[in-house]
Every structure is written in C-alpha cells, then in structure tokens.
C-alpha cells in the first residue's frame, strides 16, 4: 500500500509563493498518474493539477500559467510549485496516485487508489 505525505503548505500574502511536495513511501510502478487536488469546507474537493508516468500534464483552468506540477521519479517526490497565489487559492491541498493512465478523467476524485492526509495552504489579501 502506497502512503503518500505531503509538505510546503503554509500562509503566505497574495502575490507570493509556495512549493508543496509530495513524497511516496515506495516507488510507484508505471504506468501511473499522480495528481494534485484541493478542497474548502463546504466544497467538492477539486483536482488542480496532473502528470502521468509519460510527463503528460493537465492543469484547472483557474491555475494555469500559475502552478506547475513536476515530479522526481527517482526520489518518488510529487511536487506542485504555486506562483501568483491568490487567496481563492486558500485550501487543503492533496496528492493522489494511481497505476493507471487517466487523461481526460484525472479530475476524478474516485478513480485515485492512494491518498495523502493533506497539507494547508493559506493566502491573505
């Protein structure tokens, strides 16, 4: 069982940025997608950014050209790097993988094995 831990969350003032990390407990075999995904109280938990084992990306349109999602295979790191946040930004940020390729369908919530526990990140106006 793949346990993933996320880190790099904090509050930061709009304008600024923040690198959230994601490390795996063990590698995870390919073909997989890792994903990262963000939830406020009260809200459906929504998927934020994308990559698969190809280096396929995918990005919420309310993100582009803000985040970018990169990820260390070799170290079984996933990373999220958050520029020009905002405070609509402000949420709990996870990370998400699975052994499989999901294109079009990576904003699906249900279609992820493994989960981390979450991480806060905090943007004041």
């Known amino acids: 069982q793949v346990q993933l831990v996320e880190s790099g969350g904090g509050s930061v003032q709009a304008g600024g940025s923040l690198r959230l990390s994601c490390m795996a407990s063990e590698y995870i075999t390919s073909p997989y997608s890792m994903a990262w995904f963000r939830q406020v109280p009260g809200k459906e938990r929504e998927g934020v950014a994308y990559i698969s084992s190809d280096s396929f990306t995918r990005y919420a349109d309310s993100v582009r050209g803000r985040f970018t999602v990169s990820r260390d295979s070799a170290q079984n790191i996933l990373y999220l790097r958050m520029n020009s946040l905002k405070p609509e930004d402000t949420a709990k940020y996870y990370c998400?993988?699975?052994?499989?390729?999901?294109?079009?369908?990576?904003?699906?919530?249900?279609?992820?094995?493994?989960w981390g526990q979450g991480t806060q990140v905090t943007v004041s106006s």
């Open positions: 998400a993988a699975v052994n499989m390729i999901l294109g079009a369908l990576w904003t699906n919530q249900e279609q992820y094995s493994f």
